[in-house]
């Protein structure tokens, strides 16, 4: 497929004069463009920089059009993820097909751009369809968490500007399906006589520290924001949450660069994950 042709078209479909009835680009097509360009390993166009007027609205709606072109194309949900939490919260999709175990030894080179998120991953008990009242429910609904690390494959022009101005990365990952690719989750344990909020994370790479989250001064509410994801992401835009799912509601300590090496991430008494690029 000719990406850049239709990249070009979209250009135009944002700039040029729209009738009354239609003072917002195609959805759709927008959609369309993503999974091109997915497919095809190159950047999600900036279309903020065409229509910066775009609303979270037409956002989210992007974003249901694109993740479901991949389910047409063979994907299954696999699971929700949140960013943000709570400040200026944003959520997305993770697919069944990107969920890994073990030690795996990644290609960086079937990356656009490889970043490394230590996560915690909830996983529930039962089919869920509708809110939760609480906290407390949604803790006893919860049966394992695990030890994660999101690999997202940040496909965006000029992410080193982006990460400088936050309102537009949020905006731009809210139709990128917040540039979902691979999520994995190290063994399951119970909740119960788990302190998430005061687990320390260590993220270390090639045997040197990168990342360090100190439980014990942290102000993280991560029921709270696993709250949020089910109740005002999932369940408002119509997902349903089955036993087979898990649940990442944010990075605990920042985006680190995935390069060919060796990773660990201890979460203490929530256990370890290894894993390597090449």
């Not at 788990?194 to 040197?208: A, S």
């Not at 439980?215 to 089910?230: C, F, H, N, Q, Y």
């Not at 300590?253 to 060919?260: A, F, N, Q, S, V």
Request: charged share 20%; net charge negative.
């Amino acid at each position: 497929m000719n990406f850049i042709r239709p990249a070009a078209l979209a250009a135009l479909c944002f700039i040029a004069p729209v009738p009354h009835a239609a003072d917002s680009p195609d959805a759709h097509y927008v959609a369309e463009l993503f999974f091109a360009a997915q497919k095809t390993r190159t950047h999600f166009p900036d279309i903020l920089k065409i229509n910066p007027a775009l609303d979270d609205a037409f956002l989210y709606d992007v974003q249901r059009r694109f993740i479901a072109l991949q389910i047409a194309g063979g994907s299954s949900i696999g699971g929700y993820k949140g960013g943000f939490i709570p400040q200026a919260p944003i959520g997305g999709v993770l697919f069944a097909q990107g969920i890994l175990h073990g030690s795996p030894v990644l290609d960086s080179g079937e990356f656009q751009r490889l970043l490394v998120e230590a996560e915690i991953a909830f996983q529930l008990c039962r089919e869920l369809t509708t809110p939760l009242a609480d906290i407390q429910a949604l803790k006893a609904a919860t049966c394992q968490i695990f030890p994660a690390i999101e690999l997202p494959d940040a496909a965006l022009p000029q992410l080193g500007a982006l990460i400088k101005d936050f309102p537009h990365l949020r905006r731009l990952l809210i139709p990128t399906n917040m540039a979902a690719s691979h999520l994995l989750l190290g063994a399951g344990r119970e909740p119960a006589n788990l302190d998430l909020d005061r687990l320390d994370v260590k993220v270390t790479f090639n045997g040197e520290a990168i990342g360090f989250r100190d439980g014990a001064k942290s102000t993280d509410d991560i029921w709270a924001r696993v709250l949020w994801l089910i109740n005002d992401f999932i369940i408002a835009n119509g997902y349903t949450i089955t036993p087979r799912h898990v649940i990442i509601p944010g990075a605990l300590t920042g985006l680190h660069p995935g390069t060919p090496g060796t990773y660990e991430v201890d979460y203490g008494a929530l256990g370890k994950i290894e894993f390597s690029v090449r």
